[in-house]
């Protein structure tokens, strides 16, 4: 039995074996740069439609739960820091701020939908 089992493994080809723990080196690689991410997130990530880690909840378009996000701004500038002011030229939707970038392209949309007639 030992006679097979050493005919086995030196009829194996050096370059399979190699290649096989090539394979599990990136598997390890790459699972210490997901550590490494997840670590740089602050342990926060966004789940995926499908995934089933948790992360921050996904909301549709407009109903950011961040308080005065989409109000109208009063001034040329936001007192806040990281939010995005957002004026589409020609668009009947006065100046707005919003939290962050996702929820202004979601106000950018909206206000070129709602352009004046005379600016198209």
Same mark, same amino acid.
């Given at each position: 039995?030992?006679?097979?089992? @050493? @005919?086995?493994?030196?009829?194996?080809?050096? @370059?399979?074996?190699?290649?096989?723990?090539?394979?599990?080196?990136?598997?390890?690689?790459?699972?210490?740069?997901?550590?490494?991410?997840?670590?740089?997130?602050?342990?926060?990530?966004?789940?995926?439609?499908?995934?089933?880690?948790?992360?921050?909840?996904?909301? &549709?378009? $407009?109903?950011?739960?961040?308080? $005065?996000?989409?109000?109208?701004?009063?001034?040329?500038?936001?007192?806040?820091?990281?939010?995005?002011?957002?004026?589409?030229?020609?668009?009947?939707? &006065? &100046?707005?701020?919003?939290?962050? $970038?996702?929820? /202004?392209?979601? $106000?950018?949309?909206? /206000?070129?939908?709602?352009?004046?007639?005379?600016?198209?």
């Amino acid at each position: 039995m030992e006679a097979v089992r @050493e @005919e086995q493994r030196a009829g194996k080809p050096v @370059e399979q074996r190699t290649q096989k723990q090539k394979q599990k080196q990136k598997q390890k690689q790459k699972q210490k740069q997901k550590q490494k991410q997840k670590q740089w997130a602050g342990g926060q990530y966004v789940t995926s439609g499908t995934g089933s880690r948790p992360g921050r909840p996904i909301l &549709p378009p $407009g109903e950011c739960p961040t308080e $005065g996000c989409g109000q109208e701004c009063a001034g040329r500038t936001i007192q806040r820091r990281g939010w995005v002011r957002v004026h589409v030229q020609g668009s009947t939707v &006065p &100046p707005r701020s919003f939290c962050s $970038g996702s929820c /202004a392209s979601v $106000g950018i949309a909206l /206000a070129e939908l709602r352009m004046d007639a005379s600016a198209r």
